[in-house]
T-cell receptor, first 114, second 113 residues
Framework: KAGVTQTPRYLIKTRGQQVTLSCSPISGHRSVSWYQQTPGQGLQFLFEYFSETQRNKGNFPGRFSGRQFSNSRSEMNVSTLELGDSALYLC???WGQGARDTQYFGPGTRLTVL | DQQVKQNSPSLSVQEGRISILNCDYTNSMFDYFLWYKKYPAEGPTFLISISSIKDKNEDGRFTVFLNKSAKHLSLHIVPSQPGDSAVYFCAASGRTGANNLFFGTGTRLTVIP
């Protein structure tokens, strides 16, 4: 079974631009969560989608948004990029919604904002 | 505010010896805890978990201990192998039906051959 895939793997943008990251979950998984990893903060939860609905949201500004499609694929968008948005963005999929459903992570998208 | 803390950014252990990775949390509502392992250029991989109704869970060389009164958990790896060299993240969840995991900042384990 193929794992979680994320595209692109690397991205360089400039301040003020917007970016869209894509995540394809493991086949059959209905939940997709997004995390931001930075050196000082570790992994921080952005949001979770289940059956095309956002079920849970972390403490991030409204510039961060996402969506999930009927095939469970998900995208996240960051508008008006800031230098501090430079990070590794990780997507994780699971069959169900609970924390007891193991989340499988993709390799991440490394975003650099100049 | 970091609700899950891993105060040791790095740990070096000789091959064959025990590795002990520690994690503290502040939120008493957390009821499920997990450890993830991360290699460079890969996403975190689930390792082992424990529910708050238990104080110990074993899976092969890996054992997680939970001390609820101290709000502390630890991961023991015995014996340590060079392939265990990675960054280990502790994570916690406080609500069923939610995939919102709170992660620590990670501990880089180096197992010296």
């Amino acid at each position: 079974k193929a794992g979680v895939t994320q595209t692109p793997r690397y991205l360089i943008k400039t301040r003020g631009q917007q970016v869209t990251l894509s995540c394809s979950p493991i086949s059959g998984h209905r939940s997709v969560s997004w995390y931001q990893q930075t050196p000082g903060q570790g992994l921080q939860f952005l949001f979770e989608y289940f059956s095309e609905t956002q079920r849970n949201k972390g403490n991030f500004p409204g510039r961060f948004s996402g969506r999930q499609f009927s095939n469970s694929r998900s995208e996240m968008n960051v508008s008006t990029l800031e230098l501090g948005d430079s990070a590794l963005y990780l997507c994780a999929s699971s069959w169900g919604q609970g924390a007891r459903d193991t989340q499988y992570f993709g390799p991440g998208t490394r975003l650099t904002v100049l | 505010d970091q609700q899950v803390k891993q105060n040791s950014p790095s740990l070096s252990v000789q091959e064959g010896r025990i590795s002990i990775l520690n994690c503290d949390y502040t939120n008493s509502m957390f009821d499920y805890f997990l450890w993830y392992k991360k290699y460079p250029a890969e996403g975190p991989t689930f390792l082992i978990s424990i529910s708050s109704i238990k104080d110990k869970n074993e899976d092969g060389r890996f054992t997680v201990f939970l001390n609820k009164s101290a709000k502390h958990l630890s991961l023991h790896i015995v014996p340590s192998q060079p392939g265990d060299s990675a960054v280990y993240f502790c994570a916690a969840s406080g609500r069923t039906g939610a995939n919102n995991l709170f992660f620590g900042t990670g501990t880089r384990l180096t197992v010296i051959p």
